[in-house]
């Protein structure tokens, strides 16, 4: 399938934004708490381990507006009786990826583009052919500035996004934070064109503007990707930001997740009533102290990109 365009391949939405943490109930407990949404295990999904030597119940799914989010603890995490992940002390937004129709041929032309590719135990994939049918294949991030995610769209049962009619919900009158969707995702680089060459040279994103985070302090293009919108932004130096890009260099950073919300001061009050701490704030505008806010310096906005 493709998009109306010559690429014989459909990026259809965001994949599972991915963040590591030190403990799943400590997880479980802030997307309750503060976000009013309930998490769901893996196990679920996946009771008995596929293969010796693999866990189960190493991640929870949070499904936040157009978003699910994945939590994984990575000492829970083991592949072939290894752990899969170094351990964290303080939790961190990994990565994410996307689901795509046509995989296969999205594979041929990241190879095409020079883009090298690895499988998920990070072996480097080099055949003519994806032959890793269903699962996913990941940009090595030396190439992409992350390690990104491609899945052939599949039914995953916790992700009410591939359910057939599925829209983004109205904002519920409980809903603590006032949640109307995602506004953008900001990831931290220093070369904006190596990003630039994945998400629009070859995966068909377009650039809406170059512009400014004055909250965050960090400014590049914008680009919309099928359901989403990233950031690419290189931080100012002695920013938050810049500090939290020092620790990934030469790679880039998943910084963060900002919201579109009804109203900015719903959202303040019960950011306070949860103990999770104002680092900066506009008129339209609020960025959470991330070591009050699982490890993330979330954005909350009432302006639309």
């Known amino acids: ?27 479980e407990d802030f997307f309750a708490r503060v976000f009013g949404r309930p998490s769901t295990n893996f196990s679920v999904v996946m009771p008995e381990p596929p293969a010796p030597g693999h866990s189960v119940g190493y991640s929870t799914f949070t499904s936040v507006s157009d978003v699910l989010i994945d939590s994984l603890e990575p000492k829970r995490y083991l ?27 999205l594979y041929r032309e990241l190879r095409a583009e020079g883009l090298r590719l690895v499988d998920s135990h990070d072996s480097v994939v ?52 006032g949640i109307q969707h995602a506004s953008h995702h ?19 994103g377009e650039v809406v503007r170059t512009g400014r985070d004055e909250l965050r302090g960090v400014e590049g293009p914008f680009v919309r990707l099928a359901d989403t919108v990233f950031h690419f932004a290189a931080p100012d130096p002695g920013s938050p930001a810049a500090a939290d890009a020092a620790a990934h260099v030469p790679q880039d950073t998943y910084h963060a997740i900002t919201w579109k919300v009804v109203d900015l001061e719903r959202t303040a009050k ?24 699982l490890g993330v310096p979330w954005g909350f906005t009432t302006d639309s990109i």
């Not at 999770?276 to 102290?289: Q, Y």
């Open 126 to 177: 080099d055949g003519e052919e994806w032959p890793g049918g269903p699962s996913p294949f990941h940009t090595l991030p030396d190439d992409a500035g992350l390690r990104y995610a491609f899945f052939e769209m599949f039914p995953f049962p916790l992700d009410p996004r591939v359910r057939e009619g599925w829209t983004v919900p109205e904002v519920a009158e409980d809903d603590p934070l």
């Open 186 to 204: 900001t990831v931290l680089t220093s070369r904006p064109e190596r990003a630039l060459r994945l998400t629009v040279n070859v995966l068909g």
């Open 1 to 27: 399938m493709n998009d109306g365009t010559d690429r014989p391949f459909h990026v259809r939405m965001l994949y599972h934004p991915r963040i590591h943490v030190p403990s799943l109930d400590q997880a």
């Open 270 to 293: 019960h950011l306070d009533a949860e103990g999770v701490r104002i680092a900066h704030r506009s008129r339209t505008a609020l960025v959470t102290d991330p070591a009050t806010s």
């Open 79 to 105: 592949t072939g009786g290894t752990q899969r992940y170094p351990d964290v002390e303080v939790p961190h937004l990994e990565t994410t990826g996307w689901y795509v129709d046509g995989v296969k041929e």
